[in-house]
């Protein structure tokens, strides 16, 4: 990958159209537009209608085209964009003729790794627009557009500049000053410190909330055999996704729904009934039950006996759920169990309620700011586990400032880490490969 030379792809899916968009970036971005278009000139941010000619003057297609001048475009650079008719024959007729008049073929996101470079997006914004073409809800979709604008990198920008001003006192008192930290001084680098956590703190919080709208949560129904398992799911799907049979043991390899709860993508998983498996492919489809509740985010214990046993799981949430209300006259006589009756469709929506509020769901608000990937959260917790070390360095009766100040740096790299300012080749390089070429 170079960044001195020009780069193109189509900027919209490969299949038929109305339309097709192909981007050019680069230095030669121009020269290759004028080779295309018979050396007409176009007016930057004005779209004008234009024949795309091959070397030998033959038209290709007529094209809408937008030229963007340097640095006032996505990538920084000069930038060209062609609308055609979306045949992909002629999108690959178009790159194919810019790659002889001098572009070659772009990378995945390499149009977002020059804006990246070119400091039009730092990292926290690429991960927004790799979140933004995936994500699953409008809800998601607005909360990442925020970001996008810069909601969360101005929020860790003002930690940074925070830090520094932190970290140029404490370099004063090492190179000027001879004198031991006065306890003014001291309560106010402490008070400092403290309220640098506070925000920290609210923002490593807030990645359970990013990461559920971002990649969603996944929910298993678990419980013996014939208790209503593959007919709730149908229900919570609204069509029969998962063969329903009185005949125990009917589900031998998982199913899987995915449901928008208040914008969250939520993975409802059906499981083979956990009881002594008959033979050889039951045992597997228990194993695999017993594996999955391990990788869950919560679990629905599903059971139509009022005195039956529900699952227990020592680190994963659990609603127990008493199936087959219509049929049981008789209550469960424990507190907390929902009463449903999948068949008929009671109490479901009560239990779609429940895991709302048991996965947080209920919380996530769109005019908030979330972390959402894990990448911010490791650097987010870094940087929080360096400042609570500062302020209890900063607390000592004797101050140890250059203590303090290397624990104030340690904090300041994680937060650059996030920004993109310090991170790594290997880390940068997988996420722009989850972007699209085009993008």
Request: net charge positive; proline share 3%; aromatic share 6%.
């Amino acid at each position: 990958m170079s960044a001195g030379d020009t780069i193109v792809a189509p900027a919209t899916p490969f299949g038929y159209s109305g339309i097709a968009v192909v981007r050019i970036s680069g230095p030669e971005a121009f020269s290759i537009l004028s080779s295309l278009t018979g050396g007409r000139n176009f007016s930057a941010r004005r779209a004008t209608v234009s024949d795309i000619k091959d070397k030998c003057g033959t038209t290709i297609d007529r094209c809408v085209i937008t030229k963007f001048s340097s640095p006032s475009s996505y990538t920084g650079e000069d930038v060209v964009e062609i609308s055609s008719h979306g045949n992909p024959f002629l999108v690959e007729d178009i790159i194919r003729i810019s790659c002889d008049f001098g572009a070659r073929p772009a990378e995945a996101g390499e149009f977002t790794r020059r804006a990246f470079l070119n400091g039009k997006l730092d990292l926290v914004q690429v991960e927004a627009v790799s979140s933004l073409i995936h994500s699953k809800s409008s809800e998601n979709s607005r909360c990442q557009q925020k970001i996008l604008h810069g909601s969360l990198s101005k929020i860790l920008k003002k930690i940074r500049s925070d830090l520094i001003d932190l970290l140029g006192s404490f370099e004063y008192q090492m190179d000027f000053s001879e004198e031991v930290v006065s306890s003014e001084e001291n309560k106010h680098f402490s008070a400092a410190i403290e309220n640098l956590l506070k925000t920290v703190i609210k923002l490593k919080d807030s990645f359970y909330l990013g990461r559920l709208l971002n990649r969603g949560a996944t929910v298993v129904i678990a419980g013996e055999p014939n208790v209503g398992k593959s007919t709730l799911l149908n229900r919570l799907a609204g069509s029969e996704r998962a063969i329903v049979s009185t005949v125990p043991g009917t589900t031998r390899d998982t199913v899987e729904v995915e449901l928008l709860l208040c914008g969250v993508p939520v993975l409802f998983v059906d499981t083979a009934g956990l009881r002594s498996p008959k033979d050889i492919i039951e045992r597997a489809g228990v194993k695999r039950t017993l594996n999955i509740l391990d990788r869950a985010d919560l679990i629905i214990s599903l059971t139509d006996n009022p005195k039956g046993k529900h699952i227990n799981h020592k680190t994963k949430p659990v609603i127990r759920v008493l199936n087959k209300s219509d049929l049981n006259i008789e209550k469960s006589p424990e507190d907390g169990i929902i009463h449903i009756s999948s068949l008929k469709s009671l109490g479901v929506g009560k239990l779609k309620k429940a895991v709302s509020y048991s996965l947080g769901i209920n919380k996530i608000s769109t005019d908030a700011t979330y972390l959402s990937t894990t990448r911010q959260h490791s650097a987010i917790k870094t940087c929080f586990k360096a400042l609570f070390k500062a302020l209890d360095i900063a607390g000592s009766q004797v101050v140890d400032v250059e203590l303090l100040s290397f624990e104030l740096r340690v904090a300041l790299d994680a937060i650059d880490a996030i920004l993109g300012k310090t991170t790594a080749d290997d880390i940068l390089n997988h996420v722009f490969r989850s972007l699209c070429v085009g993008k």
